[in-house]
Each structure stands twice: as structure tokens, then as C-alpha cells.
């Protein structure tokens, strides 16, 4: 099922938004990556989900990887 058709302010939010967590989560995942390996991973999930949000899917698919980002930042804090 196809979201709405994206602005150009949209656009521009969404790749700030990807520079934003890709800036936040690549150093979590680097620091503990002998403990974690899946990072890269999760980070390419995220870069996928929002590609296709741009070509129209719904935003929901990215919630759900940045929350999978969020429990695996959460678990390595408490590693």
C-alpha cells in the first residue's frame, strides 16, 4: 500500500533525518563491535527502509528499524 507523494521538504527532511541516526548510531556499533557484528547491518536495514519510503512506502517500515537501533543501543549500554 503506497504512502502520500513526498515534497521536496519531505525529501529533505528524510536525509537529514538518515544523517542524523547514521551519525548517532555508527559509533555505538564501532566501539562494541567485538560484541556486536550486526550493526552495520541495522544500519544498512535503516538506509533500505528509508529508500523506500522515498519511493513512496509508508514511514512505518523506518520506525521499526530505528526502534530495532534503539534496543540494540540499549542492550550494549547495559553489556
Same mark, same amino acid.
Given at each position: 500500500m503506497?504512502? %502520500?507523494?513526498?515534497?521536496?521538504?519531505?525529501?529533505? /527532511?528524510?536525509?537529514? *533525518?538518515r544523517t542524523?541516526?547514521? #551519525?548517532a548510531?555508527t559509533?555505538?556499533f564501532?566501539?562494541?563491535?567485538? %560484541?556486536?557484528?550486526d550493526g552495520e547491518q541495522l544500519?544498512? %536495514?535503516f538506509? #533500505?527502509a528509508?529508500?523506500?519510503?522515498r519511493?513512496?512506502s /509508508?514511514?512505518r517500515?523506518?520506525?521499526?528499524v530505528h526502534n530495532?537501533?534503539c534496543?540494540?543501543?540499549?542492550?550494549?549500554?547495559n *553489556?
Amino acid at each position: 500500500m503506497p504512502g %502520500r507523494e513526498l515534497t521536496e521538504d519531505d525529501l529533505k /527532511w528524510l536525509e537529514e *533525518y538518515r544523517t542524523q541516526v547514521i #551519525e548517532a548510531f555508527t559509533p555505538i556499533f564501532s566501539e562494541a563491535a567485538d %560484541r556486536f557484528s550486526d550493526g552495520e547491518q541495522l544500519l544498512k %536495514r535503516f538506509n #533500505e527502509a528509508l529508500d523506500l519510503v522515498r519511493n513512496g512506502s /509508508w514511514f512505518r517500515a523506518v520506525d521499526e528499524v530505528h526502534n530495532e537501533l534503539c534496543i540494540a543501543k540499549a542492550l550494549l549500554a547495559n *553489556y
